[in-house]
């Protein structure tokens, strides 16, 4: 898909939100571990060791802004990952961040 350019503000301010709800280490991690398949806000908050109110806000702000979607099953809700494109901007960032440091860690060699 080719992007318009300039691109309109009404999408400039979408691309914006979408920065602004993953732009957080925790939501970060809850990403990460929703990668293995759909959760619960218990089962989250221990395995990143963070209270369920906590956890459930930043999952909220997730759902809000279409990266995750919700379904109740009796008292649990579970929470997965629905746009599938987040995660492989997390690698496009994750494979820069690599041949950054990669290529400091040649200049750093090259100086001792």
């Known amino acids: 898909m080719t992007l318009p350019h300039p691109l309109p503000d009404d999408l400039v301010e979408l691309i914006a939100r979408r920065f602004r709800a993953i732009a957080e280490p925790m ?7 929703l990668r293995d398949g759909e959760a619960t806000v218990g089962e989250l908050s221990e395995a990143i060791d963070a209270s369920q109110q906590n956890v459930s806000k930043h999952l909220a702000v997730l759902a809000d802004a279409g990266v995750l979607g919700r379904r109740k099953d009796g008292n649990h809700v579970y929470y997965r990952i629905v746009d599938e494109g987040v995660l492989s901007l997390c690698e496009g960032v994750c494979g820069s961040l ?3 440091l990669k290529g400091l860690s040649a200049l750093v060699d090259l100086g001792a």
């Open 27 to 33: 939501r970060i991690r809850l990403l990460d571990h």
């Open 98 to 100: 690599r041949r950054q």
